[in-house]
């Protein structure tokens, strides 16, 4: 083991990546909210598939599944909610491509929603964090975990500790994909941000490999 509370470990690191927080006005979203938001944008916004490090995830309280997507009734909506918030995380130098959104109306198949952009946020690091959807072609639990260590690996991640949880079967754009909650746990402020800012695996404009803080589980 190998410990230090040197002056120089008690630095923090920072990060030119932001969560870009909008609230969302209307009644409704389809249950793949984000992969419908995420088509919107690509009619709306000249090269969103070519963005880079731009991810999307939505904040809807302690609702199971964040709210986007429920699995067991395909056929149901989101009943959008006043907590109910996209959040953009796009970095700094890229954010005058979403200007647009301030106050943007999109048919969200369908569904007439409205984005009213309420602030920005700097990235916190956190020695846990959580990912409700990690795409991985691995139904295997244990498959999936080793396709994970490697995932963090080829990051130059070090991850003390990974729980997987809950697997679904996601309709996303490009298809039907098989996914795992995933929790790490033990990781350094600067992993932690790497994490934050890059996400795990791909999709993550409709959600997938996209992290947040959690309450520590040590």
Same mark, same amino acid.
């Given at each position: ?88 995380? %796009? ?8 200007? +647009? /959104?301030? $106050?943007?109306?999109?048919?969200? =198949?369908?569904?007439? *929603? ?19 959807? %990690? ?8 498959? +999936? /975990?080793? $396709?994970?260590?490697?995932?963090? =690996?080829?990051?130059? *991640? ?61």
């Amino acid at each position: 083991m190998y410990w230090s509370d040197d002056e120089e470990n008690l630095q923090f690191p920072t990060s030119s990546v932001l969560d870009v927080i909008y609230k969302i006005e209307g009644k409704t979203l389809p249950t793949n909210a984000l992969s419908a938001i995420a088509l919107s944008l690509t009619d709306q916004l000249e090269g969103w598939d070519n963005l880079e490090n731009v991810a999307l995830h939505l904040m809807l309280g302690g609702e199971e599944g964040n709210g986007w997507y429920r699995d067991r009734n395909p056929d149901s909506v989101l009943y959008i909610s006043r907590r109910t918030k996209l959040v953009l995380r %796009v970095e700094q130098d890229k954010l005058h491509h979403f200007s +647009f /959104l301030s $106050n943007c109306e999109l048919d969200v =198949q369908g569904h007439k *929603v409205k984005f009213v952009h309420k602030h920005n946020k700097n990235l916190q690091h956190s020695e846990t964090l959580y990912s409700q959807h %990690v795409i991985s072609e691995f139904e295997n639990e244990l498959e +999936f /975990l080793e $396709n994970i260590k490697q995932q963090l =690996q080829n990051m130059n *991640v070090n991850c003390k500790k990974i729980l997987c949880g809950k697997s679904r079967e996601l309709m996303l754009n490009c298809g039907k994909v098989y996914t795992r909650s995933l929790m790490l746990n033990e990781l350094s402020k600067e992993d932690s941000l790497t994490l934050l800012t890059k996400g795990l695996g791909h999709s993550q404009k409709q959600g997938c490999g996209v992290f947040v803080p959690y309450k520590s589980i040590s």
